[in-house]
């Protein structure tokens, strides 16, 4: 592989991550998907590839669906909810290009849950089309499939979205005001404030992944929610230091623990109310 080809994968590196993270919810998984292709990339002829972006869409999308179906199983013995792993970045800044590409709304824990309800192959379609805004016959040409069965996954998988979904647009200045008062909330343990500043039909997920101490089911209910973030706050270890920063392109925190990350808050607020709180505690996913 000679500098310019080397040049020509560089330059999509950051839309194949943002398939296969929005993919996968992983940035782990992403980055070997990334890496994966790379290897075939460089064993190819890449003389006689022709559009060389939809090759590698190609080849990652497709290594992304392979991963997704064998990680079926694996989710359903999950232990407590499962979350995506977090992208973080310095709040107010976007993350670097090649951790993450045309940051939105479709990078948020909340959507990102949503896809979860999703085929693989329906995930695939609805994300080439909606976000990547891929054609039909793009789509069917990268999937193997054709070009009526790929607008059918995606009709069927933007139904199912819309179902789950809340609002995921929100003011970033309000969200990070409300994020700074329920904390504020929290640390003082002002049940009455926290309940105020939730949703009546706010839901709470904890992800531990069976390695840290959270909730096995979601919580749902403003008032429940107060009282089990509140208890919550008794298990953070001492000496403990928390940090704001963008989480999947909105704000949220970061708590260390002898500099070693111990947890990552985000939230969704829509109509100055604080509709979703995701708790990520599991070390597997803190790690990068």
């Not at 695939?124 to 089309?129: K, N, S």
């Not at 990547?132 to 607008?151: D, K, N, V």
């Not at 298990?235 to 963008?246: L, R, T």
């Not at 969704?268 to 070390?283: E, F, G, K, M, T």
Request: glycine fraction near 8%.
């Amino acid at each position: 592989m000679d500098g310019m080809d080397l040049a020509v994968f560089e330059r999509h590196r950051p839309r194949m991550f943002g398939v296969a993270y929005r993919m996968l919810g992983s940035v782990a998984d992403a980055e070997d998907v990334v890496q994966e292709a790379f290897i075939r990339w460089r064993d190819a002829d890449v003389e006689e590839i022709r559009e060389p972006a939809a090759w590698l869409t190609t080849v990652v999308t497709r290594l992304c669906i392979d991963q997704l179906k064998s990680a079926r199983a694996r989710r359903e013995r999950y232990v407590g909810p499962w979350l995506p792993e977090p992208l973080l970045g310095e709040a107010g800044e976007a993350p670097d290009a090649s951790v993450a590409v045309e940051l939105s709304d479709s990078l948020s824990m909340a959507f990102l849950v949503v896809l979860e309800e999703l085929t693989p192959t329906e995930r695939a379609a609805f994300l080439l089309r909606e976000v990547f805004g891929y054609g039909y016959a793009e789509i069917a040409e990268l999937l193997g499939s054709s070009e009526a069965g790929c607008r059918q996954l995606a009709h069927r998988a933007r139904e199912r979205v819309a179902e789950r979904r809340k609002r995921f647009e929100a003011d970033k200045e309000k969200q990070r005001e409300l994020l700074s008062r329920f904390l504020f909330a929290i640390g003082s343990g002002e049940v009455d404030a926290l309940v105020e500043l939730l949703a009546g039909d706010a839901v709470l997920y904890t992800d531990g992944g069976g390695a840290a101490k959270a909730a096995r089911r979601p919580i749902f209910g403003a008032d429940r929610i107060a009282r089990f973030t509140v208890g919550v706050t008794k298990d953070i270890p001492e000496g403990a230091e928390s940090q704001v920063v963008d989480v999947n392109g909105s704000p949220g925190l970061l708590i260390r623990v002898d500099g070693k990350p111990w947890c990552v808050i985000a939230a969704d607020a829509a109509d100055d109310r604080i509709q979703s709180i995701y708790i990520v505690l599991n070390p597997e996913k803190l790690r990068a």
